[in-house]
């Protein structure tokens, strides 16, 4: 368990991202505790170039190896004459949240992307804060056994799970549980008629009400594909079955989840949206610090209200519940499958309403084993990308 009577030293992979940024300013607020040892985009180097500017870490990583400019970012480095080392590539992110120069990881790539390194990071025995939900997906087992082994502590980011994490830390047994309750804003379409879901534009689903969020992310939140990954992301932190697992609709997104306990208690965590309330959480648990968060004003009335998911508006959320029954290599697949649909999506070859189309299609025709090995996943991952790729030139 981490102390925060020394200091720590924090790497922050995709500090570029959404999850990247608030991480960053959550260190800025807490100087005294953290020390920022590494940074790492994929592409946008003038922003990591900002980011080395502001905050000097030791290292900073493109990723990308066909990122523009990279020769010019290498010899920015050396005229400046700054402190940062600067690398290139994967390989040089994993071996650093392995050394004994990273005490904390906060996962903060999107997509399987960030798995290699999470994985890393769980196998070093790091505190891992994970924002990269696609890890658990993907290789759940694997990242739950790694951690077992080594000693690693995963706290969530997402504001769900940490809202779970944060209610079960009430002094109570496994046993004492008897269901969670996911809230989920519903998405930017929340409100419009079913039957005009298939017409919504990429702005439509990229405005998101209450997060401002990488575009993957968003587009995931208005299909509630972000909520299925999220009730198989629930499945392993908490050692859930997924009827366990409840999915509410919550418009406000000021409860950010509850756990239901056998007599009927139900206690929630509550504040306004900003990530970066479970990110510090993440970083300084068990402790509480001033945090640089909007805090809830009790002077205001305000409502708050939650409704049923309805299945025929997300179908996508069905495949969350159906994967956490069913393990094994599905979530790969559908994750794989996800992930290369909200792309054609983004590029406007596809709608909205086929995303879980498609990946209803991919999962079911998947060959299906319940313990696959790392690189079975990776395979399927590359299969399950082809299969979408395939569905698209079958329908041209
Ligand atoms: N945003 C939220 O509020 C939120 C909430 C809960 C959970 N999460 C989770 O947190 C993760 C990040 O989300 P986000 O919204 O912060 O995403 P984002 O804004 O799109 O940022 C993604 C980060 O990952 C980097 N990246 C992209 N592709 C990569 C690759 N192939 N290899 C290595 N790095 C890569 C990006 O670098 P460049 O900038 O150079 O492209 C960027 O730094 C996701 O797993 C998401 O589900 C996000």
Not at 86 to 106: F, N
Not at 306 to 314: G, S
């Amino acid at each position: 368990m981490i102390s925060l009577s020394q200091i720590r030293n924090v790497a922050i992979l995709g500090s570029t991202g959404s999850i990247g940024r608030a991480a960053l300013d959550v260190l800025s607020f807490n100087p005294a505790q953290f020390r920022l040892t590494a940074i790492s985009c994929h592409q946008q180097t003038e922003l990591l170039e900002q980011q080395i500017k502001a905050s000097q870490p030791r290292y900073a990583v493109v990723t990308g190896p066909q990122t523009p400019n990279l020769t010019e970012w290498f010899s920015r480095g050396s005229q400046l004459q700054d402190a940062t080392h600067r690398k290139l590539g994967m390989d040089h992110l994993v071996s650093l949240v392995q050394s004994d120069e990273v005490d904390i990881v906060v996962a903060a790539i999107v997509g399987i992307a960030g798995l290699e390194s999470s994985l890393a990071a769980a196998h070093a025995g790091k505190r891992l804060a994970l924002a990269n939900k696609e890890s658990l997906v993907v290789s759940g087992s694997l990242m739950m056994e790694a951690a077992k082994n080594s000693g690693s502590e995963i706290l969530p980011v997402d504001s769900e799970h940490s809202a779970i994490f944060q209610c079960l830390r009430s002094g109570h047994q496994p046993s004492d549980l008897r269901r969670i309750i996911l809230t989920a804003s519903g998405g930017p379409l929340r409100d419009w008629p079913i039957d005009k879901l298939s017409k919504a534009t990429v702005d439509d689903a990229l405005s998101h009400p209450t997060w401002q969020m990488g575009r993957k992310i968003t587009v995931d939140s208005a299909t509630m594909m972000n909520k299925a990954l999220e009730v198989i992301e629930a499945k392993w932190l908490f050692g859930l079955e997924p009827d366990q697992i409840e999915v509410v609709i919550h418009p406000q997104s000021i409860i950010h989840s509850m756990v239901e306990f056998q007599d009927g208690s139900v206690i929630g965590q509550l504040s306004p949206p900003d990530m970066r309330l479970p990110i510090q959480y993440a970083l300084t648990f068990p402790q509480r610090v001033a945090s640089p968060s909007p805090k809830m004003d009790w002077a205001k009335p305000m409502q708050l209200d939650w409704k049923p998911a309805d299945p025929e508006r997300y179908p996508a959320l069905l495949l969350g519940f159906e994967v956490a029954k069913r393990g094994g290599t599905c979530g790969a697949v559908l994750n794989a499958a996800n992930e290369a649909a909200v792309q054609l999506f983004l590029d406007h070859k596809i709608k909205l309403t086929e995303i879980a189309t498609i990946c209803r299609e991919i999962l079911d025709h998947h060959h299906f084993s319940p313990t696959p090995t790392l690189s079975e996943l990776f395979e399927l991952d590359q299969w399950g990308r082809n299969e979408v790729q395939r569905w698209i030139n079958t329908k041209c």
